[in-house]
C-alpha cells in the first residue's frame, strides 16, 4: 500500500477532521490547545487531494477505536475484548485495546494531582473551566471524592458536568490527553493520585449514589429535560436503598444478617412504608419487635445520618452480591427452573 494511504500522527489527525467536517471540527478544537490548533490547522492547510483508500483507512481506524472506547464504557475491559474479538479477530482486539487503554493511562498520569487535592480549593479552580474538563476531573477521583467536588461547584454546573461525564466514552483519547497535561502543570502543588479510567455509566451511577438524594434526584431531573435516554441508562446503573424492595427476600435475609442494627434501625427511619413492610416480612415478629423499638430509640435523626446509614447498607449488599450471595438487580425475563 502507498505509504500515503497509511499517514500517521499529526497528518491522520488533520485527515480525519477534515473528513468529518466543520461542525465536529469545531468542537474539537474547542478542547485543544492553541499551539495544537495552530499545529492542526497548518497539517490540514498542506493537506493535498485525500484518495478514497486514505479516507477509507482513516475512518476505519477512527471507527474501531471509538467502538472500542464504547464497548469498555459499557461494560469494562472483558465486556470489550469479547466483542471485538468476535468483531476483529484476537490480534485486532488485542491491538485496539491496548491502544485505547494506553491513550487513557497516559492522559491519567498527567493528573496525577486530583486525588489528595482539597476538594474546595479544586471547586474553585474548576468553576471557569469547561464542562468537558470538569467531566475529565471527575472520573479521575473516586466516587467519594468526585461527589464532594461536585456539591462545592455551582449548583447550575453540575447536571452539565454530570452528563458530559457519563458521555465520556466519546471523548478523545488524545484531547483527554492535552487537556490533562494542562490541568496537570496548573495542579502541580496540590498533591498526587493514582492512575484511574474514564468512568462511564457506571462511574456516573456510583458518584450519584454517593450524593444526598435530594441532589442526585435534582441532577438526573435536570439531565433528563435535555437527554432523556442517558439519564435512563443512569438510572439503570444506579441503586438505592429503596431499590431493595426488588431484592428477593432470600437476599434480603441475607443482608440483614450482616448489616449493624444499629445502621438498620436509622437506614429504615427514612424508608418509605413499603419497604418498610417488605424489610419486616423477611424477619421473624420477635426480630420486627425489637427493630421497631430500635428504631424508636434512636429519637430525632439528623437526614445526612439516615442517608449515610442507607448508604452503607447498599455498600454491604453489593459485596454480597459480588460474592454472589445476592441479586440486587433479578433479570425480568430470568425463570426459575423448580
Known amino acids: 500500500m502507498d505509504a500515503r494511504a497509511n499517514p500517521k500522527g499529526l497528518r491522520k489527525a488533520a485527515i480525519l477532521i477534515v473528513l468529518l467536517g466543520e461542525e465536529v471540527a469545531s468542537h474539537i478544537y474547542r478542547n485543544l490547545a492553541e499551539q495544537d490548533v495552530h499545529r492542526l490547522t497548518q497539517e490540514i492547510a498542506d493537506l493535498d487531494r485525500i484518495s478514497p483508500e486514505t479516507a ?6 477512527y471507527h474501531k477505536l471509538a467502538l472500542t472506547q464504547d464497548y469498555l464504557a459499557q461494560g469494562g475491559t472483558e465486556y470489550a475484548e469479547k466483542l471485538l474479538i468476535k468483531a476483529f479477530g484476537e490480534d485486532g482486539a488485542r491491538q485496539l485495546l491496548q491502544h485505547v487503554t494506553h491513550a487513557a493511562e497516559m492522559s491519567a498520569s498527567k493528573l496525577d494531582s486530583l486525588q489528595k487535592s482539597d476538594p474546595q480549593q479544586l471547586a474553585k479552580y474548576l468553576e471557569r473551566e ?18 464532594a467536588l461536585l456539591l462545592r461547584l455551582p449548583e447550575e454546573m453540575r447536571a452539565e458536568a454530570v452528563k ?11 484531547v483527554a490527553q492535552k487537556i490533562s497535561s494542562v490541568l496537570h502543570r496548573k495542579l502541580e502543588a496540590l498533591g498526587e493520585q493514582s492512575r ?19 441532589s442526585s434526584k435534582t441532577i438526573l431531573e435536570m439531565i ?4 432523556a435516554k442517558l439519564a435512563l441508562s443512569i438510572r439503570n446503573l444506579m441503586f438505592t436503598f429503596e431499590d431493595l424492595i426488588g431484592v428477593p427476600e432470600t437476599g ?7 448489616i449493624d442494627k444499629k445502621t438498620l434501625a436509622l437506614a429504615l427511619r427514612g424508608a418509605s412504608e413499603d419497604l418498610k413492610s417488605y424489610i419486616f416480612k423477611t424477619m421473624s415478629s420477635r426480630a420486627v419487635e425489637m427493630l421497631k423499638e430500635d428504631m424508636e430509640v434512636l429519637g430525632p435523626v439528623r437526614s445526612k445520618d439516615i442517608h449515610k446509614a442507607q448508604f452503607e447498607a447498599v455498600e454491604v449488599a453489593r459485596k454480597l452480591e459480588a460474592d454472589g450471595k445476592l441479586v440486587l438487580t433479578p433479570d425480568k425475563e430470568d425463570e426459575y427452573v423448580v
Open 164 to 174: 458530559r461525564l457519563a458521555q465520556l466514552r466519546q471523548f478523545s483519547p488524545d
Open 130 to 147: 469547561h464542562p468537558q474538563t470538569i467531566a475529565l476531573v471527575l472520573a479521575h477521583l473516586t466516587a467519594k471524592q468526585a461527589s
Open 252 to 258: 434480603v435475609r441475607e443482608l440483614l444478617g450482616q
Open 196 to 214: 484511574r479510567a474514564y468512568a462511564g455509566f457506571k462511574g456516573v451511577a456510583d458518584l450519584l449514589n454517593h450524593l444526598e438524594p435530594t
Open 224 to 227: 433528563e429535560k435535555e437527554d
Open 56 to 61: 477509507i483507512a482513516v475512518l476505519d481506524e
